[in-house]
């Protein structure tokens, strides 16, 4: 009993101690971003880019602006860095902006009476795109790539047809598979707020696939 509660001392130390380390790390990049240091400005971008993207894609629903969104989101990184303070991790806040950057692209697609999605029966125009869409199954049959992949283009599909606060909430937690409270962190929302949000939507998205079935 004592040696297993030792090892799980031992472990829960050694876990703090390597979080407090990445902290700092992210903390000093920061910091040498702030600075003007373009080759951190890159190793950001490195890091961070194919979250940023995949969750852009997620919510838009179309790689071309997906990658132009985040486009947009790394350039609202640089011009707001010095607002950084660290009391989140680097990667909620990319999220923050991510989701808002949506937001304002939203509003102006809707003012304009603009809305484009893409199909994702559509042929693939990149690895990068057919990397954002692929699936975790190491060794996948022809026959179940084919299921998988139409399945997920229906949920894709279902997923635009969401109002957007359901569609950010579903994606957060489901697809970026965010803890609640980072959730509620990322879109300024109480614990109980995100938790009835997210209820609403699986609602919503199980009676639309339904409907689809």
Request: proline fraction near 2%.
């Amino acid at each position: 009993m004592k040696t297993h509660l030792m090892s799980n001392i031992v472990t829960q130390a050694v876990a703090g101690e390597q979080t407090g380390a990445a902290q700092a790390a992210e903390l000093a990049l920061v910091e040498r971003c702030r600075a003007g240091d373009s080759l951190a400005f890159d190793e950001l971008i490195s890091t961070h880019q194919e979250r940023v993207l995949n969750t852009a894609f997620r919510l838009m629903g179309n790689y071309e602006e997906a990658l132009d969104l985040t486009q947009e989101v790394f350039l609202n990184c640089f011009r707001k860095i010095g607002s950084f303070k660290g009391d989140s991790a680097l990667s909620t806040w990319l999220y923050r902006i991510t989701v808002n950057t949506a937001k304002n692209r939203w509003k102006y697609q809707q003012s304009r009476g603009m809305h484009r999605t893409q199909s994702l029966d559509a042929p693939l125009a990149t690895e990068d795109e057919e990397r954002i869409r692929q699936f975790p199954d190491a060794q996948p049959t022809p026959r179940k790539v084919a299921s998988d992949r139409e399945a997920m283009a229906s949920l894709e599909s279902q997923l635009q047809s969401l109002s957007e606060e359901h569609r950010v909430v579903l994606v957060l937690r489901y697809i970026e598979e965010l803890a609640y409270e980072e959730i509620a962190e990322i879109l300024g929302l109480s614990l109980g707020t995100v938790k009835s949000r997210i209820h609403r939507a699986r609602n919503d998205l199980r009676a639309l696939m339904t409907d689809h079935l």
